[in-house]
């Protein structure tokens, strides 16, 4: 069965660095996601992708994070400048084409890479 | 504003007991899609399942079954004769219709301890 994956599944970094969290999603899918999980807490959105822009973001989304597809498979989320909260849980997340009729609006989500900034 | 209540925080039961997890919503949507996912110890996130808003049909699978409840706004899980593999944070969630990002809501999860 088709999955979303995620590289690396554990980043470890120094504050200030910058990181790129990679995914996968699934091939035939054409919206993308990325959520954030801080250690204990609720799943939050970040990002919506959809036709090689931005759709959606949420207030937690400033100008230290971007989004990008560089192919046509892989779908990168890029931290300019680490903070220390920006520790978390990533989740990426892909789904087809949700509202049209025959399709769903499930998500589905990759392993998560666990971000720690030391 | 989409929301999602999750009240109980925590739930610790016996193998082989029934256990029910609560999930309340508020939409202004009048179609929206509710979801669980199971979060295991490992982290990931696992899709159980979705229900659209007009199927207000109860569903079954297996040990598994949720009901919805739109008069409520409910949309409980039952998790019959428990196993220790279903230890996890059970997360409900909320997709409005026209908006397949920002109103993808979580709730705060649940984190059930199944005990042998």
């Known amino acids: 069965e088709p999955e979303v994956t995620q590289t690396p599944s554990h980043q470890v970094t120094q504050m200030g660095q910058e990181v790129i969290l990679r995914c996968v999603p699934i091939?035939?899918?054409?919206?993308f996601y990325w959520y954030r999980q801080i250690l204990g807490q609720k799943v939050e959105f970040l990002v919506s992708f959809y036709n090689n822009e931005i759709s959606e973001k949420s207030e937690i989304f400033d100008d230290q994070f971007s989004v990008e597809r560089p192919d046509g498979s892989n779908f990168t989320l890029k931290i300019r400048s680490t903070k220390l909260e920006d520790s978390a849980m990533y989740f990426c997340?892909?789904?087809?084409?949700?509202?049209?009729?025959?399709?769903?609006?499930?998500?589905?989500f990759g392993p998560g890479t666990r971000l720690t900034v030391l | 504003a989409q929301k999602v209540t999750q009240a109980q925080t925590e739930i610790s039961v016996v193998e082989k007991e029934d256990v029910t997890l609560d999930c309340v919503y508020e939409?202004?949507?009048?179609?929206?899609?509710l979801f669980w996912y199971k979060q295991p110890p490992s982290g990931e996130l696992v899709f159980l399942i979705r229900r659209n808003s007009f199927d207000e049909q109860n569903e079954i699978s297996g040990r598994y079954s949720w009901n919805f409840q739109k008069s409520t706004s409910s949309f409980n899980f039952t998790i019959t004769a428990s196993q220790v593999v279903d230890s996890a944070v059970y997360f409900c969630?909320?997709?409005?219709?026209?908006?397949?990002?920002?109103?993808?809501?979580f709730g705060p999860g649940t984190r059930l301890s199944v005990l042998p």
């Open positions: 091939s035939n899918h054409l919206y």
């Open positions: 969630a909320l997709s409005g219709r026209d908006n397949y990002g920002q109103n993808f809501v």
């Open positions: 939409t202004r949507d009048t179609t929206y899609y």
């Open positions: 997340a892909s789904n087809d084409a949700p509202g049209l009729a025959g399709h769903t609006d499930t998500q589905y």
